[in-house]
């Protein structure tokens, strides 16, 4: 039985892009996904969570950005905590108290960051002394792409067989990473129509080319890895862009068809093409929204920033570096 600590403990996790992207479950409870994947941590955005267990309280209590939460994301974090509590043997309730650092407009509040922080900062409040691979797995948990956010830069989630199995695990440091930028253009920030969680299974259980996509995957992992370790930008930026669309793809082809893609996204993506054309090396990846992100070097940053400033306002427009893995504050 673990020791609860009645201190609160902090965490903070930023969130990540997938630049091969999971899209599909094969195990709806435990979050096992059809594929593996890989990300990109970002310095720009995160979430710091505290975590305190307190007996003397009869239900657990959720405050995002200073507000107490609706029932709903309650429901979702007290799911959560009742496998920690299951893993630690206890059963008090918790205070969980979340801030999501986004800087001003990106509408860029991600599960991926929330979930990570939340399994750090409660498994630990409840006495846990997790190693990185069972707090990914327990991220993933919560949340699929929270499992990637526990490690800075390049983080794979192998997609496992199981529960024991599924997790990420950084890669090895690459040259890459030094030189990397994602330019972050956010074109709208409410929420979305479907949920991350509803497009998958409408992906998985209706469209034809999903066996294909699961296969697709599989190469196109390999092929990023491959140019990650040879410090490949450009076939590392063209394979990341064509993921992103081949997942995409299984919208488009769901029954009913629907797309995360606005007018905007479809003007962002062609300026993007025309950038390359002028010999700016950039790429994009889009994930559940019609946000885009582009993917590009140190030196062309200014350029892309300029351009996509004229067109969204600077206001829209973010630089983000490769970030670092979950911290205890
Ligand atoms: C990803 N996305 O790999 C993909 C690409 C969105 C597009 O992971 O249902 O919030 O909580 O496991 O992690 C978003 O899905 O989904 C996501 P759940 P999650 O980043």
Redesign the pocket.
Same mark, same amino acid.
């Given at each position: 039985m673990a020791t609860l600590s009645n201190n609160p403990v902090t965490a903070r996790a930023h969130t990540?892009?997938?630049l091969i992207?999971?899209?599909g479950?094969k195990d709806d409870t435990l979050?096992i996904p059809y594929t593996s994947?890989l /990300?990109l941590t970002l310095d720009q955005f995160y979430t710091d969570t505290t975590v305190q267990f307190d007996a003397s309280r009869s239900t657990d209590q959720l405050i995002i950005d200073n507000q107490i939460s609706s029932e709903q994301p309650l429901h979702r974090v007290s799911n959560f905590l009742d496998i920690v509590r299951r893993k630690a043997q206890i059963n008090s309730p918790a205070i969980v108290n979340s801030h999501n650092h986004v800087p001003t407009a990106a509408g860029l509040a991600?599960?991926?960051s929330a979930?990570a922080a939340l399994a750090a900062a409660a498994s630990k409040a409840a006495g846990l002394n997790l190693t990185l691979s069972e707090l990914s797995r327990l991220a993933r948990r =919560?949340? =699929?792409?929270?499992c +990637?956010s526990i490690f800075g830069g390049f983080a794979e989630w192998q997609r496992g067989e199981d529960d024991l199995t599924s997790y990420a695990m950084p890669l090895k440091a690459a040259a890459l990473l030094e030189d990397i930028r994602v330019v972050a253009l956010t074109v709208e920030r409410g929420p979305k129509a479907i /949920?991350? +969680?509803q497009g !998958?299974h409408l992906s998985v259980t209706t469209s034809p080319y999903y066996p294909t996509w699961v296969k697709t995957c599989q190469t196109d992992l390999t092929q990023l890895k491959l140019a990650i370790e040879k410090n490949n930008f450009a076939k590392f930026g063209k394979i990341s862009e064509l993921n992103a669309m081949r !997942?995409h793809a299984l919208t488009l082809s769901a029954d009913p068809d629907f797309t995360y893609f606005n007018g905007q996204t479809l003007t962002i993506m062609n300026l993007v093409k025309q950038l390359r054309h002028n010999g700016v090396a950039c790429y994009y990846t889009i994930?559940?929204g019609p946000n885009v992100k582009v993917l590009c070097q140190k030196a062309s940053v200014a350029k892309v920033v300029d351009t996509f400033s004229q067109l969204l306002g600077k206001q829209n427009v973010i630089v983000a570096k490769p970030g670092p893995g979950i911290q205890y504050l």
């Open positions: 990540n892009i997938a992207k999971y899209w479950k979050i994947s /990300s991600s599960s991926a979930f =919560g949340s =699929g792409s929270a +990637r /949920s991350s +969680r !998958m !997942m994930d559940a």
